[in-house]
Protein backbone atom coordinates (compact mmCIF):
# COMPACT_ATOMS: atom_id res chain seq x y z
CA UNK A 1 0.00 0.00 0.00
CA UNK A 2 2.77 2.45 -0.50
CA UNK A 3 2.83 4.25 -3.71
CA UNK A 4 5.14 6.41 -5.11
CA UNK A 5 2.02 8.62 -6.74
CA UNK A 6 -1.36 7.86 -5.91
CA UNK A 7 -3.88 9.95 -7.77
CA UNK A 8 -7.33 11.02 -6.61
CA UNK A 9 -10.03 11.38 -10.25
CA UNK A 10 -9.53 8.92 -13.17
CA UNK A 11 -10.79 11.80 -15.27
CA UNK A 12 -8.58 12.51 -18.26
CA UNK A 13 -6.63 14.81 -16.42
CA UNK A 14 -6.09 12.12 -13.36
CA UNK A 15 -6.10 8.79 -15.94
CA UNK A 16 -3.16 10.55 -18.04
CA UNK A 17 -1.43 11.59 -14.89
CA UNK A 18 -1.48 7.96 -13.67
CA UNK A 19 -0.42 6.60 -17.25
CA UNK A 20 2.58 9.29 -18.00
CA UNK A 21 3.89 8.62 -13.91
CA UNK A 22 3.98 4.77 -14.42
CA UNK A 23 5.70 5.29 -18.04
CA UNK A 24 8.50 6.82 -16.41
CA UNK A 25 8.94 4.21 -13.17
CA UNK A 26 6.54 5.21 -10.78
CA UNK A 27 4.26 2.81 -8.68
CA UNK A 28 0.82 4.52 -9.23
CA UNK A 29 -2.45 4.09 -7.26
CA UNK A 30 -5.67 5.74 -8.75
CA UNK A 31 -8.74 6.22 -6.68
CA UNK A 32 -11.80 6.71 -8.63
CA UNK A 33 -15.74 7.05 -6.73
CA UNK A 34 -17.67 6.64 -10.00
CA UNK A 35 -18.80 2.97 -10.81
CA UNK A 36 -16.69 3.51 -14.45
CA UNK A 37 -13.25 5.31 -14.85
CA UNK A 38 -12.90 8.50 -17.54
CA UNK A 39 -14.38 11.50 -15.67
CA UNK A 40 -16.95 13.45 -16.48
CA UNK A 41 -15.18 13.84 -20.21
CA UNK A 42 -15.69 10.12 -20.83
CA UNK A 43 -18.80 9.72 -19.06
CA UNK A 44 -21.03 12.41 -19.40
CA UNK A 45 -18.88 14.75 -20.80
CA UNK A 46 -16.85 15.02 -24.36
CA UNK A 47 -17.64 11.94 -25.62
CA UNK A 48 -21.15 11.21 -25.04
CA UNK A 49 -21.79 14.61 -26.28
CA UNK A 50 -19.86 14.04 -29.34
CA UNK A 51 -21.14 10.72 -30.36
CA UNK A 52 -25.13 12.81 -30.04
CA UNK A 53 -23.55 15.59 -31.73
CA UNK A 54 -22.33 13.18 -34.85
CA UNK A 55 -25.69 11.39 -34.95
CA UNK A 56 -27.67 13.91 -34.84
CA UNK A 57 -25.38 15.77 -37.75
CA UNK A 58 -25.72 12.89 -39.79
CA UNK A 59 -29.95 12.22 -39.57
CA UNK A 60 -30.01 16.36 -39.97
CA UNK A 61 -27.50 16.08 -43.61
CA UNK A 62 -29.59 12.47 -43.95
CA UNK A 63 -32.87 14.95 -44.10
CA UNK A 64 -31.48 18.20 -45.81
CA UNK A 65 -28.21 17.41 -47.86
CA UNK A 66 -28.24 13.42 -49.31
CA UNK A 67 -30.97 14.29 -51.46
CA UNK A 68 -29.28 17.22 -52.95
CA UNK A 69 -26.07 14.72 -53.91
CA UNK A 70 -28.45 12.20 -55.72
CA UNK A 71 -29.17 9.93 -52.64
CA UNK A 72 -32.55 9.05 -52.02
CA UNK A 73 -33.68 7.82 -48.95
CA UNK A 74 -36.94 9.54 -47.94
CA UNK A 75 -37.52 11.69 -44.71
CA UNK A 76 -35.59 9.75 -42.41
CA UNK A 77 -36.93 8.45 -38.79
CA UNK A 78 -35.21 8.97 -35.56
CA UNK A 79 -34.83 5.74 -33.50
CA UNK A 80 -34.23 8.11 -30.41
CA UNK A 81 -33.55 4.84 -27.91
CA UNK A 82 -31.10 3.48 -31.03
CA UNK A 83 -29.04 6.86 -31.07
CA UNK A 84 -28.39 6.71 -27.02
CA UNK A 85 -27.64 3.03 -26.91
CA UNK A 86 -25.25 4.14 -29.90
CA UNK A 87 -24.09 6.74 -27.46
CA UNK A 88 -23.60 4.50 -25.08
CA UNK A 89 -21.74 1.70 -26.60
CA UNK A 90 -18.80 4.65 -27.77
CA UNK A 91 -18.69 5.60 -23.77
CA UNK A 92 -18.63 2.02 -22.54
CA UNK A 93 -15.41 1.55 -25.45
CA UNK A 94 -14.04 4.48 -24.06
CA UNK A 95 -14.48 3.79 -20.42
CA UNK A 96 -13.18 0.04 -21.00
CA UNK A 97 -10.19 1.60 -22.93
CA UNK A 98 -9.28 3.60 -19.58
CA UNK A 99 -9.05 0.28 -17.55
CA UNK A 100 -7.33 -1.46 -19.97
CA UNK A 101 -4.73 1.05 -19.99
CA UNK A 102 -4.19 1.14 -15.99
CA UNK A 103 -4.42 -2.79 -16.04
CA UNK A 104 -1.37 -2.09 -19.10
CA UNK A 105 1.14 -0.04 -17.26
CA UNK A 106 0.12 -1.82 -13.32
CA UNK A 107 -1.71 1.04 -12.15
CA UNK A 108 -3.07 -0.41 -9.22
CA UNK A 109 -6.94 1.07 -8.89
CA UNK A 110 -9.31 1.65 -5.51
CA UNK A 111 -12.67 2.05 -5.55
CA UNK A 112 -14.02 4.51 -3.55
CA UNK A 113 -14.06 8.40 -1.68
CA UNK A 114 -10.42 9.64 -1.53
CA UNK A 115 -10.02 11.75 1.28
CA UNK A 116 -6.51 13.56 2.22
CA UNK A 117 -5.82 12.12 5.90
CA UNK A 118 -2.63 13.27 6.76
CA UNK A 119 1.07 13.82 5.19
CA UNK A 120 1.33 11.36 2.47
CA UNK A 121 -2.19 9.13 3.21
CA UNK A 122 -5.14 8.55 1.35
CA UNK A 123 -8.01 7.19 2.73
CA UNK A 124 -10.49 5.68 0.21
CA UNK A 125 -13.92 4.77 1.73
CA UNK A 126 -16.18 2.57 -0.27
CA UNK A 127 -19.42 2.34 -0.87
CA UNK A 128 -19.80 -0.70 1.43
CA UNK A 129 -18.97 1.67 4.04
CA UNK A 130 -15.08 0.09 4.54
CA UNK A 131 -12.70 2.31 4.74
CA UNK A 132 -8.65 1.79 4.02
CA UNK A 133 -5.72 3.96 4.08
CA UNK A 134 -2.90 3.97 1.19
CA UNK A 135 0.02 5.89 1.35
CA UNK A 136 1.96 7.88 -1.27
CA UNK A 137 5.52 9.76 -1.76
CA UNK A 138 2.69 12.36 -4.03
CA UNK A 139 -0.74 12.85 -4.09
CA UNK A 140 -2.30 14.94 -7.17
CA UNK A 141 -5.95 15.91 -6.86
CA UNK A 142 -7.75 15.28 -9.65
CA UNK A 143 -10.70 15.90 -8.81
CA UNK A 144 -12.84 17.64 -11.57
CA UNK A 145 -15.52 19.79 -11.65
CA UNK A 146 -19.57 19.22 -11.20
CA UNK A 147 -22.64 21.41 -12.63
CA UNK A 148 -22.89 25.02 -11.58
CA UNK A 149 -26.64 25.46 -10.40
CA UNK A 150 -29.06 28.17 -10.92
CA UNK A 151 -30.45 30.12 -7.62
CA UNK A 152 -34.18 29.63 -7.78
CA UNK A 153 -34.10 26.47 -9.98
CA UNK A 154 -34.14 22.93 -9.01
CA UNK A 155 -32.29 20.66 -11.54
CA UNK A 156 -34.30 16.95 -11.21
CA UNK A 157 -32.36 15.54 -14.38
CA UNK A 158 -35.81 14.84 -15.61
CA UNK A 159 -37.19 17.77 -16.99
CA UNK A 160 -34.79 20.50 -15.58
CA UNK A 161 -31.86 19.11 -16.45
CA UNK A 162 -28.03 19.91 -16.53
CA UNK A 163 -25.83 18.33 -19.67
CA UNK A 164 -25.89 14.74 -17.80
CA UNK A 165 -30.07 14.64 -17.93
CA UNK A 166 -29.97 16.47 -21.25
CA UNK A 167 -27.80 13.35 -22.78
CA UNK A 168 -30.13 10.61 -21.82
CA UNK A 169 -33.42 12.44 -22.52
CA UNK A 170 -36.28 9.50 -23.51
CA UNK A 171 -38.10 11.51 -25.83
CA UNK A 172 -37.29 15.03 -27.54
CA UNK A 173 -39.07 18.17 -25.88
CA UNK A 174 -41.10 20.19 -28.38
CA UNK A 175 -39.63 23.02 -26.30
CA UNK A 176 -36.20 23.22 -25.27
CA UNK A 177 -35.31 26.24 -23.27
CA UNK A 178 -31.45 26.56 -22.42
CA UNK A 179 -30.09 28.59 -19.70
CA UNK A 180 -26.63 30.10 -20.79
CA UNK A 181 -25.43 30.74 -24.43
CA UNK A 182 -21.62 28.58 -23.76
CA UNK A 183 -20.32 25.81 -25.27
CA UNK A 184 -22.05 22.95 -23.31
CA UNK A 185 -25.76 24.75 -24.16
CA UNK A 186 -24.94 25.55 -27.27
CA UNK A 187 -23.45 21.88 -28.47
CA UNK A 188 -26.81 20.15 -26.41
CA UNK A 189 -29.37 22.88 -27.78
CA UNK A 190 -28.06 22.09 -31.51
CA UNK A 191 -28.22 18.39 -30.86
CA UNK A 192 -31.78 19.00 -29.85
CA UNK A 193 -32.83 21.15 -32.16
CA UNK A 194 -31.84 18.60 -35.00
CA UNK A 195 -33.74 16.23 -33.64
CA UNK A 196 -36.77 18.36 -33.25
CA UNK A 197 -36.79 20.35 -30.65
CA UNK A 198 -38.08 24.22 -30.55
CA UNK A 199 -34.82 25.69 -29.02
CA UNK A 200 -34.66 29.17 -27.26
CA UNK A 201 -31.44 30.69 -25.90
CA UNK A 202 -31.26 32.69 -22.91
CA UNK A 203 -28.55 34.53 -21.95
CA UNK A 204 -27.28 36.50 -19.38
CA UNK A 205 -24.28 38.49 -21.35
CA UNK A 206 -25.54 40.49 -24.62
CA UNK A 207 -23.06 37.74 -26.83
CA UNK A 208 -22.71 34.37 -26.94
CA UNK A 209 -19.51 32.09 -25.75
CA UNK A 210 -18.07 34.79 -24.02
CA UNK A 211 -14.38 34.48 -24.15
CA UNK A 212 -14.25 34.18 -28.01
CA UNK A 213 -13.53 36.35 -30.30
CA UNK A 214 -16.75 38.61 -30.76
CA UNK A 215 -16.69 38.89 -34.94
CA UNK A 216 -16.49 35.16 -34.49
CA UNK A 217 -19.56 34.66 -32.19
CA UNK A 218 -21.87 37.51 -34.04
CA UNK A 219 -21.03 35.13 -37.43
CA UNK A 220 -21.75 32.05 -35.38
CA UNK A 221 -24.57 33.43 -34.22
CA UNK A 222 -26.20 34.34 -37.03
CA UNK A 223 -25.49 30.47 -38.24
CA UNK A 224 -26.98 29.24 -35.40
CA UNK A 225 -30.32 31.30 -35.81
CA UNK A 226 -30.88 30.29 -39.61
CA UNK A 227 -30.89 26.61 -38.29
CA UNK A 228 -33.38 27.96 -36.06
CA UNK A 229 -32.25 28.58 -32.67
CA UNK A 230 -33.72 31.75 -31.08
CA UNK A 231 -31.25 33.83 -28.33
CA UNK A 232 -32.73 35.99 -25.97
CA UNK A 233 -29.32 38.08 -24.79
CA UNK A 234 -28.80 39.97 -21.87
CA UNK A 235 -31.66 37.74 -20.34
CA UNK A 236 -31.90 35.79 -16.77
CA UNK A 237 -33.77 33.15 -15.74
CA UNK A 238 -35.10 33.85 -12.38
CA UNK A 239 -37.08 30.76 -11.64
CA UNK A 240 -38.64 28.06 -13.01
CA UNK A 241 -42.52 26.51 -12.26
CA UNK A 242 -43.77 23.18 -13.12
CA UNK A 243 -47.35 23.90 -14.45
CA UNK A 244 -49.26 20.30 -15.09
CA UNK A 245 -47.25 18.73 -18.23
CA UNK A 246 -45.24 22.11 -18.80
CA UNK A 247 -42.37 24.42 -17.30
CA UNK A 248 -43.20 28.47 -16.89
CA UNK A 249 -39.89 30.38 -17.52
CA UNK A 250 -39.52 33.71 -15.69
CA UNK A 251 -37.01 35.17 -17.90
CA UNK A 252 -36.02 39.08 -16.72
CA UNK A 253 -33.83 41.54 -18.69
CA UNK A 254 -30.50 41.59 -17.29
CA UNK A 255 -30.10 44.66 -16.08
CA UNK A 256 -33.65 44.60 -14.26
CA UNK A 257 -37.54 45.60 -16.16
CA UNK A 258 -40.31 43.20 -17.07
CA UNK A 259 -40.21 39.52 -16.68
CA UNK A 260 -41.49 37.49 -19.14
CA UNK A 261 -42.65 33.55 -18.81
CA UNK A 262 -41.58 31.32 -21.52
CA UNK A 263 -43.08 27.77 -21.63
CA UNK A 264 -41.08 25.01 -22.13
CA UNK A 265 -41.07 20.64 -21.87
CA UNK A 266 -37.61 20.81 -20.66
CA UNK A 267 -35.39 23.45 -19.42
CA UNK A 268 -31.31 22.59 -19.66
CA UNK A 269 -29.24 24.54 -16.78
CA UNK A 270 -25.62 25.24 -18.82
CA UNK A 271 -24.36 27.88 -16.84
CA UNK A 272 -21.10 26.43 -16.63
CA UNK A 273 -19.08 24.34 -13.75
CA UNK A 274 -17.47 24.76 -10.44
CA UNK A 275 -14.44 22.77 -8.79
CA UNK A 276 -15.50 19.56 -7.24
CA UNK A 277 -13.40 19.30 -3.92
CA UNK A 278 -16.22 18.02 -1.40
CA UNK A 279 -15.19 15.00 0.68
CA UNK A 280 -10.95 15.41 0.32
CA UNK A 281 -10.80 16.74 3.33
CA UNK A 282 -8.88 19.71 2.06
CA UNK A 283 -9.22 22.16 4.82
CA UNK A 284 -8.21 19.51 7.03
CA UNK A 285 -4.97 18.99 5.29
CA UNK A 286 -4.47 22.75 5.02
CA UNK A 287 -4.76 22.84 1.15
CA UNK A 288 -5.54 26.32 0.32
CA UNK A 289 -8.12 27.48 -2.13
CA UNK A 290 -9.53 30.52 -4.09
CA UNK A 291 -12.53 33.00 -3.76
CA UNK A 292 -13.70 30.02 -6.57
CA UNK A 293 -12.88 26.66 -4.37
CA UNK A 294 -10.47 26.04 -6.74
CA UNK A 295 -7.23 24.70 -5.58
CA UNK A 296 -4.03 26.67 -5.57
CA UNK A 297 -0.99 25.78 -7.48
CA UNK A 298 2.27 26.96 -8.00
CA UNK A 299 3.47 27.19 -11.75
CA UNK A 300 4.52 22.96 -11.08
CA UNK A 301 0.99 22.16 -10.02
CA UNK A 302 2.08 21.96 -6.16
CA UNK A 303 -0.14 23.57 -3.52
CA UNK A 304 1.09 24.83 -0.04
CA UNK A 305 1.20 21.53 1.33
CA UNK A 306 4.32 19.75 0.40
CA UNK A 307 3.19 16.33 -1.72
CA UNK A 308 0.37 17.14 -2.80
CA UNK A 309 -0.26 18.45 -5.88
CA UNK A 310 -3.54 18.94 -7.77
CA UNK A 311 -4.25 19.36 -12.21
CA UNK A 312 -7.33 19.95 -13.95
CA UNK A 313 -11.10 21.19 -13.53
CA UNK A 314 -9.81 21.51 -9.54
CA UNK A 315 -7.69 24.13 -10.23
CA UNK A 316 -7.99 27.64 -12.43
CA UNK A 317 -7.59 27.64 -16.31
CA UNK A 318 -10.22 26.63 -18.64
CA UNK A 319 -12.12 23.65 -18.32
CA UNK A 320 -11.13 21.38 -21.01
CA UNK A 321 -10.22 17.65 -21.20
CA UNK A 322 -6.86 18.54 -23.40
CA UNK A 323 -5.71 21.30 -21.07
CA UNK A 324 -6.43 18.16 -17.94
CA UNK A 325 -4.37 15.90 -19.77
CA UNK A 326 -1.59 17.96 -20.50
CA UNK A 327 -1.21 19.08 -16.68
CA UNK A 328 -1.49 15.33 -15.88
CA UNK A 329 1.77 14.60 -17.84
CA UNK A 330 3.44 17.98 -16.55
CA UNK A 331 2.91 17.18 -12.61
CA UNK A 332 4.06 13.12 -13.80
CA UNK A 333 7.30 14.74 -15.66
CA UNK A 334 8.21 17.23 -12.50
CA UNK A 335 7.74 13.87 -10.09
CA UNK A 336 10.09 12.05 -12.29
CA UNK A 337 12.88 14.93 -12.12
CA UNK A 338 12.15 16.18 -15.54
CA UNK A 339 10.73 19.70 -16.69
CA UNK A 340 7.05 19.43 -17.77
CA UNK A 341 5.34 22.51 -19.00
CA UNK A 342 2.18 23.70 -19.94
CA UNK A 343 1.88 26.48 -23.03
CA UNK A 344 -1.42 28.29 -21.50
CA UNK A 345 -1.23 30.46 -24.91
CA UNK A 346 -1.39 27.64 -27.27
CA UNK A 347 -4.83 25.82 -26.19
CA UNK A 348 -7.43 24.95 -28.40
CA UNK A 349 -10.87 25.52 -27.67
CA UNK A 350 -13.68 24.20 -29.98
CA UNK A 351 -17.33 24.16 -29.77
CA UNK A 352 -18.73 20.80 -31.61
CA UNK A 353 -21.88 22.27 -33.85
CA UNK A 354 -21.89 22.56 -37.43
CA UNK A 355 -20.45 24.67 -38.16
CA UNK A 356 -17.16 24.07 -35.87
CA UNK A 357 -15.80 26.95 -33.72
CA UNK A 358 -12.35 26.47 -33.44
CA UNK A 359 -9.83 29.07 -31.82
CA UNK A 360 -6.25 28.85 -30.44
CA UNK A 361 -4.21 32.11 -29.09
CA UNK A 362 -5.64 35.75 -28.61
CA UNK A 363 -9.05 37.08 -30.01
CA UNK A 364 -9.03 40.31 -31.84
CA UNK A 365 -10.74 41.77 -28.59
CA UNK A 366 -8.02 40.48 -25.99
CA UNK A 367 -5.55 41.95 -28.84
CA UNK A 368 -7.57 45.66 -28.84
CA UNK A 369 -7.35 45.77 -25.13
CA UNK A 370 -3.70 44.64 -24.55
CA UNK A 371 -2.82 47.67 -27.09
CA UNK A 372 -0.81 45.00 -29.68
CA UNK A 373 -0.56 46.11 -33.51
CA UNK A 374 -1.72 43.25 -35.24
CA UNK A 375 -2.75 42.53 -39.08
CA UNK A 376 -5.83 40.79 -39.98
CA UNK A 377 -6.17 37.71 -42.55
CA UNK A 378 -9.20 36.78 -43.47
CA UNK A 379 -10.87 33.83 -45.86
CA UNK A 380 -13.90 32.58 -46.35
CA UNK A 381 -15.09 29.24 -46.84
CA UNK A 382 -17.20 30.37 -49.80
CA UNK A 383 -14.14 30.59 -52.10
CA UNK A 384 -12.63 27.10 -50.85
CA UNK A 385 -13.38 24.27 -53.86
CA UNK A 386 -13.28 21.69 -51.32
CA UNK A 387 -15.87 23.42 -49.58
CA UNK A 388 -17.99 24.49 -52.41
CA UNK A 389 -18.35 20.89 -53.14
CA UNK A 390 -19.51 19.65 -50.27
CA UNK A 391 -22.23 22.11 -49.71
CA UNK A 392 -19.89 23.33 -46.46
CA UNK A 393 -18.88 26.90 -47.32
CA UNK A 394 -20.44 28.78 -43.98
CA UNK A 395 -17.75 30.50 -42.15
CA UNK A 396 -14.66 31.74 -42.49
CA UNK A 397 -10.49 31.65 -41.11
CA UNK A 398 -8.90 34.66 -39.66
CA UNK A 399 -5.67 35.01 -38.93
CA UNK A 400 -3.90 37.42 -36.29
CA UNK A 401 -0.40 38.51 -36.42
CA UNK A 402 1.67 40.50 -34.72
CA UNK A 403 1.67 43.94 -36.84
CA UNK A 404 6.13 43.93 -36.62
CA UNK A 405 6.84 40.66 -36.13
CA UNK A 406 4.37 38.81 -38.38
CA UNK A 407 4.06 35.95 -35.38
CA UNK A 408 0.89 34.14 -35.23
CA UNK A 409 -1.34 35.42 -32.07
CA UNK A 410 -4.58 34.27 -32.72
CA UNK A 411 -6.14 31.44 -35.10
CA UNK A 412 -10.09 31.73 -35.49
CA UNK A 413 -12.13 29.34 -37.59
CA UNK A 414 -15.63 29.04 -37.90
CA UNK A 415 -16.19 26.05 -40.70
CA UNK A 416 -17.02 22.60 -40.86
CA UNK A 417 -14.29 20.29 -39.46
CA UNK A 418 -12.45 23.31 -37.67
CA UNK A 419 -12.11 21.54 -34.45
CA UNK A 420 -9.76 19.15 -36.77
CA UNK A 421 -7.78 22.20 -38.71
CA UNK A 422 -7.27 24.48 -35.39
CA UNK A 423 -4.72 21.51 -34.95
CA UNK A 424 -2.25 23.14 -37.66
CA UNK A 425 -2.84 26.88 -35.91
CA UNK A 426 -1.67 25.12 -32.32
CA UNK A 427 1.22 23.35 -34.02
CA UNK A 428 2.55 26.52 -36.00
CA UNK A 429 1.85 28.93 -32.69
CA UNK A 430 3.77 26.25 -30.41
CA UNK A 431 6.92 26.90 -32.97
CA UNK A 432 6.26 30.29 -32.84
CA UNK A 433 5.80 30.35 -36.26
CA UNK A 434 4.67 33.40 -38.49
CA UNK A 435 1.82 33.89 -40.68
CA UNK A 436 3.99 34.04 -43.25
CA UNK A 437 5.52 30.34 -42.52
CA UNK A 438 1.65 29.48 -42.78
CA UNK A 439 1.41 31.18 -46.57
CA UNK A 440 4.63 29.13 -47.17
CA UNK A 441 3.41 25.53 -46.26
CA UNK A 442 2.20 23.71 -49.11
CA UNK A 443 -1.48 22.45 -48.29
CA UNK A 444 -2.94 19.41 -49.89
CA UNK A 445 -5.49 20.27 -52.71
CA UNK A 446 -8.35 20.24 -52.35
CA UNK A 447 -8.76 20.27 -48.68
CA UNK A 448 -10.55 22.70 -46.20
CA UNK A 449 -7.27 23.75 -44.79
CA UNK A 450 -6.52 25.49 -48.17
CA UNK A 451 -8.31 28.22 -46.52
CA UNK A 452 -5.95 27.94 -43.67
CA UNK A 453 -2.95 29.01 -45.79
CA UNK A 454 -5.13 31.75 -47.89
CA UNK A 455 -5.88 33.34 -44.36
CA UNK A 456 -2.59 33.56 -43.94
CA UNK A 457 -1.79 35.10 -47.06
CA UNK A 458 -4.11 37.16 -47.15
CA UNK A 459 -2.42 39.01 -43.75
CA UNK A 460 -0.44 40.66 -46.75
CA UNK A 461 -3.51 40.66 -48.98
CA UNK A 462 -1.70 38.22 -51.37
CA UNK A 463 -4.61 35.45 -51.01
CA UNK A 464 -4.90 34.31 -54.52
CA UNK A 465 -8.72 32.95 -54.59
CA UNK A 466 -10.55 36.29 -53.48
C1 LIG B 1 -21.39 18.03 -21.51
C2 LIG B 1 -19.92 18.31 -21.48
C3 LIG B 1 -19.21 18.33 -22.65
C4 LIG B 1 -17.84 18.58 -22.64
N1 LIG B 1 -17.18 18.58 -23.81
C5 LIG B 1 -15.85 18.82 -23.83
C6 LIG B 1 -15.13 18.76 -25.05
O1 LIG B 1 -15.68 18.51 -26.11
N2 LIG B 1 -13.79 19.01 -25.01
C7 LIG B 1 -13.15 19.30 -23.83
O2 LIG B 1 -11.93 19.52 -23.85
N3 LIG B 1 -13.81 19.35 -22.66
C8 LIG B 1 -15.14 19.11 -22.64
N4 LIG B 1 -15.81 19.11 -21.44
C9 LIG B 1 -15.05 19.42 -20.21
C10 LIG B 1 -14.25 18.19 -19.74
O3 LIG B 1 -15.14 17.13 -19.54
C11 LIG B 1 -13.51 18.53 -18.46
O4 LIG B 1 -12.70 19.66 -18.66
C12 LIG B 1 -12.62 17.36 -18.04
O5 LIG B 1 -13.37 16.19 -17.84
C13 LIG B 1 -11.83 17.70 -16.78
O6 LIG B 1 -11.03 16.63 -16.45
P1 LIG B 1 -10.56 16.34 -14.95
O7 LIG B 1 -9.71 15.13 -15.03
O8 LIG B 1 -10.01 17.56 -14.35
O9 LIG B 1 -11.90 16.03 -14.14
P2 LIG B 1 -13.15 15.07 -14.38
O10 LIG B 1 -13.24 14.57 -15.76
O11 LIG B 1 -14.32 15.80 -13.83
O12 LIG B 1 -12.83 13.81 -13.48
C14 LIG B 1 -12.77 13.87 -12.09
C15 LIG B 1 -12.93 12.48 -11.53
O13 LIG B 1 -12.65 12.51 -10.15
C16 LIG B 1 -13.56 11.69 -9.45
N5 LIG B 1 -13.58 12.15 -8.06
C17 LIG B 1 -13.96 13.36 -7.59
N6 LIG B 1 -13.77 13.44 -6.28
C18 LIG B 1 -13.28 12.24 -5.88
C19 LIG B 1 -12.86 11.71 -4.64
N7 LIG B 1 -12.86 12.44 -3.52
N8 LIG B 1 -12.42 10.44 -4.61
C20 LIG B 1 -12.36 9.68 -5.75
N9 LIG B 1 -12.72 10.14 -6.94
C21 LIG B 1 -13.17 11.41 -7.01
C22 LIG B 1 -14.85 11.90 -10.20
O14 LIG B 1 -15.76 10.86 -9.96
C23 LIG B 1 -14.34 11.92 -11.64
O15 LIG B 1 -14.30 10.64 -12.19
C24 LIG B 1 -17.18 18.84 -21.42
C25 LIG B 1 -17.90 18.81 -20.22
C26 LIG B 1 -19.24 18.54 -20.25
C27 LIG B 1 -19.99 18.51 -18.95
Not at 55 to 66: K, N, T, V, Y
Not at 120 to 139: L, Y
Not at 425 to 432: D, H, N, Q, R, Y
Request: glycine share 12%; proline share 3%; hydrophobic share 45%.
Amino acid sequence: MHYDLIVIGSGPGGYVCAIRAAQLGMKVAVVEKDKTFGGTCLNVGCIPSKALLHASELFEESGHLFDKMGIKLGQPKLDLAAMMKFKDEGVDGNVKGVAFLFKKNKIDTFAGVGRIAGRSKVEVKGADGTSQVIEGKAVVIATGSDVARLRGVEIDEQRIVSSTGALVLDKVPQRLLVVGAGVIGLELGSVWRRLGSEVVVVEFLDRILPGLDSEVCRQFQRLLEKQGITFKLSSKVTGVEISGNKLKATVEPAAGGAAEAIDADVVLVSIGRVPFTEGLGLEEAGVKTDNKGRVTVDARYATNVPGIYAIGDAIAGPMLAHKAQDEGVAVAENLAGRSGHVNYEVIPNVVYTYPEVASVGKSEDELKQGGIAYKVGKFPFTANGRAKVNLQTEGFVKILADAKTDRVLGVHIVGADAGNMIAEAAVAMEFGAASEDIARTCHAHPTLTEAVKEAALAVDNRAIHM
